[in-house]
Each structure stands twice: as structure tokens, then as C-alpha cells.
């Protein structure tokens, strides 16, 4: 996992999809349409949504596989939970389409993260996360980008330090 402003972005070499998909998330603004975005054919794309923040019962409990998740919002604020995938009890089988493995949340998470603009959360494959949640118990309108990156594009560039 990986929390950063989205100006330290290069700080991470991981090479060009990593770039592609930075390049595209300081292109979205409040007004950037709400749909799918493809980056690079199917390997790295975007969906850029609003939606209201919710308490936690109310949302997912996820992780990936195949899929490098790169969360920006845009507008507003949530609350991000990260967990371990010690003890969690699967509420339903991967869905390969969805590249989701889905969780059932039986305690709060063991990381607790404010995602506000400027500023990115990345989780790769298998850290398990529930996006969407509301700050101080208040719910509100976030308008967020995800972009999700084919893991094994990211290849850390040799000699960078």
C-alpha cells in the first residue's frame, strides 16, 4: 500500500503504466464525466464516480488479484479502511470477471485512512480495503477516480533509488 500526495507521485518508478495512469489522474477535475476510461486497452483504466459516503455495514470489504487499485478523490472526502487477510471470513468467492474478492468486515480495520484531494491511496493485489466511508460519521458527496493497473505492469525501474 502506498499513501502519498499525488505530487510525489514519481517517487515510485515503476515504470510506464504507473505513468499513464498519473498522467490521467491530473487530467480529472470536478467536472470530468462520470464513466469507464480506457488508458491503455484493457490493461490500465479508469472509472471516474460520485457517490455519498456510508458507514461501514453499508459498504465492501474487497481485494484483488490481477489489478493494482490507484484511489484519488477528486471532490469531498472518505474514509479508507485497510486490513490484514489473517482471520477474515470471505462473504463470497473471487469473481474473476469483477477481479473482487469480497469480505465480511467483523471488526474495524487495522489502518484507518482520510483520502482528501491531492492526496492517493494504492493498494496492490491481495491487500484487502473498504473504500467509500464516511469521515467523522457524516456522510457527503465524493466525486473519486480509481485506476486500476494490470499488476504485472508495474516494474520497478533498475538503479532508482
Keep these: 500500500m502506498i499513501i502519498d500526495k499525488i505530487s510525489n507521485w514519481q517517487s515510485y518508478p515503476f515504470g510506464p503504466a504507473w505513468k499513464l495512469s498519473f498522467d490521467f489522474l491530473k487530467s480529472v477535475t470536478v467536472d470530468s464525466a462520470e464513466k469507464k476510461y480506457k488508458i491503455q486497452n484493457d490493461e490500465v483504466f479508469a472509472s471516474v464516480t460520485s457517490y455519498k459516503t456510508r458507514a461501514p455495514e453499508n ?7 490481477k489489478f493494482v487499485d490507484v484511489h484519488l478523490v477528486v471532490d469531498g472526502g472518505e474514509t479508507i479502511e485497510c486490513f490484514s487477510s489473517d482471520g477474515l471470513v470471505v462473504s463470497s468467492i473471487y469473481d474473476e470477471g469483477k477481479d473482487a474478492q469480497f469480505y465480511k468486515r467483523v471488526s474495524p480495520g487495522l489502518v484507518r485512512v482520510q483520502l ?13 480495503h473498504m473504500p467509500s466511508l464516511m469521515i467523522n460519521g457524516k456522510s457527503e458527496t465524493v466525486k473519486k477516480v480509481v485506476v486500476k493497473i494490470r499488476a504485472e505492469l508495474l516494474k520497478s525501474e533498475k538503479g532508482a533509488s
Design 59 to 65: 459498504s465492501v470489504l474487497e481485494a484483488h488479484r
Design 116 to 128: 482528501l484531494p491531492g492526496s492517493f491511496i494504492t493498494f496492490f493485489p491481495d491487500e484487502v
